[in-house]
């Protein structure tokens, strides 16, 4: 593995354990700390960002804690803060069966989803 890489799994896994612990905050001040600072940012390459979602998915694996789809996208969210680059965050909801209510968080940059929507048809309720 490349030393560039090696330092975004080092950054993924920094980020995954803060998103962990951000979450025990109340969910509104979550959201205005992982805010765009400006509408336009830098733009990153179609590399550069599947670069950043693989240090996420590795960095998901080597956690000894469990991560759901809110604090891989958190993790990802601030990953991309950190470098100026404007993002979505998408939360959305889906109902199994018509009884069981599913909720999912995505992240897109640059129409690239860095944490996938999934296959399923989630019904955007909120993005940031």
């Not at 069981?100 to 955007?124: C, M, R």
């Amino acid at each position: 593995m490349p030393f560039d890489e090696k330092i975004l799994l080092l950054e993924a896994v920094f980020f995954l354990f803060f998103s962990k612990i951000f979450l025990f905050l109340p969910f509104k001040f979550c959201v205005s700390k992982a805010k765009n600072k400006d509408e336009q940012g830098e733009v990153l390459t179609f590399i550069e960002l599947k670069k950043i979602r693989n240090s996420v998915y590795r960095a998901n694996k080597l956690a000894f804690w469990k991560n759901i789809c809110l604090v891989k996208s958190f993790a990802a969210r601030f990953m991309l803060l950190r470098r100026n680059v404007h993002s979505k965050m998408y939360l959305g909801l889906e109902f199994k069966n018509n009884k069981e209510l599913l909720a999912h968080a995505w992240l897109v940059s640059n129409d690239f989803q860095i944490t996938p929507k999934g296959k399923k048809k989630y019904k955007e309720i909120f993005n940031f």
